[in-house]
């Protein structure tokens, strides 16, 4: 069970005080260039780059960004393992033919295929969660809002959002109910109080939507949700390093064209 969002995690970083506009750029523009790369070193960089910036910049823990990263990181993995096994071309260093239809093998075009899907998701995801670490959703709100995107989208996203929130906590208390009262001693009990505590928490959301309702109607809901973000100035040194970040990165991905590992 997470005991801190992300949400909180945004809103007191080291970056927060930054202009919302740079790091969805800086974010936006790592991806954009983590895709258009034909290496692995690019992605690589990047990723290093952007976890300097979430580690010493906005002083994230580390323990909690390494939390975040472990599950897509293992997800990445495990798909890139597959990819090298049914990936042929090149060199041969291993084959397996278990029956008829089916040949694995693990090649030189599979091991370089393999390591520059790996990098790219590394750097992907470095650079989603550079923006979910160190921007607020209540500010990318504004953003949506001031780029044009129609209001019945926003107002949709920021029901799920609070929904989101609404539901983890009612899950939180739910679970720390059921472990002081031993519902996860066995397994047998532990599967009875995870059937009921999805029961609960379904129960809790569906009344915590009717009591939004409500508050909407007392307070004379028009149609459109009123946004609270910030907006800050633009400043010279932020955008200065913004600048040279995605600068370093496009040099590095035009200089490693072509490269592999094998």
Not at 22 to 41: D, E, F, H, P, W
Not at 186 to 205: D, L, N, V
Request: charged content about 15%; glycine content about 8%; hydrophobic content about 55%.
């Amino acid at each position: 069970m997470f005991e801190e969002f992300l949400e909180d995690i945004a809103q007191k970083n080291g970056l927060r005080q930054i202009n919302t506009y740079l790091k969805l750029a800086g974010g936006t523009g790592a991806i954009l260039l983590c895709l258009l790369s034909s290496s692995y070193i690019a992605p690589l960089f990047i990723a290093v780059l952007l976890t300097f910036g979430i580690l010493f910049l906005a002083r994230v823990d580390a323990k909690t960004y390494a939390g975040l990263f472990i599950y897509p990181f293992w997800f990445a993995l495990m798909s890139v393992a597959g990819l090298i096994l049914i990936y042929g071309g090149g060199t041969v260093f291993w084959s397996w033919h278990p029956t008829v239809w089916l040949s694995l093998s693990i090649t030189r075009e599979s091991i370089n295929q393999g390591f520059f899907v790996f990098s790219r998701i590394i750097g992907g995801m470095s650079a989603v969660c550079f923006i979910a670490l160190t921007t607020p959703m209540t500010d990318i709100f504004v953003v949506m809002r001031r780029c044009r995107v129609p209001g019945f989208v926003i107002d949709l996203a920021m029901i799920i959002y609070r929904t989101i929130f609404i539901l983890m906590d009612q899950v939180r208390q739910i679970y720390y109910a059921q472990v002081m009262r031993l519902g996860y001693s066995t397994w047998r009990e532990s599967i009875h109080s995870f059937a009921a505590m999805c029961g609960a928490a379904f129960i809790a959301s569906w009344d915590a939507g009717d009591d939004l309702i409500r508050a909407m109607d007392a307070r004379c809901y028009d149609g459109k949700f009123a946004l609270l973000g910030e907006n800050r100035p633009v400043e010279m040194r932020p955008f200065l390093a913004l600048c040279a970040f995605l600068l370093a990165a496009s040099a590095v991905v035009f200089a490693s064209q072509g490269m592999t590992l094998l």
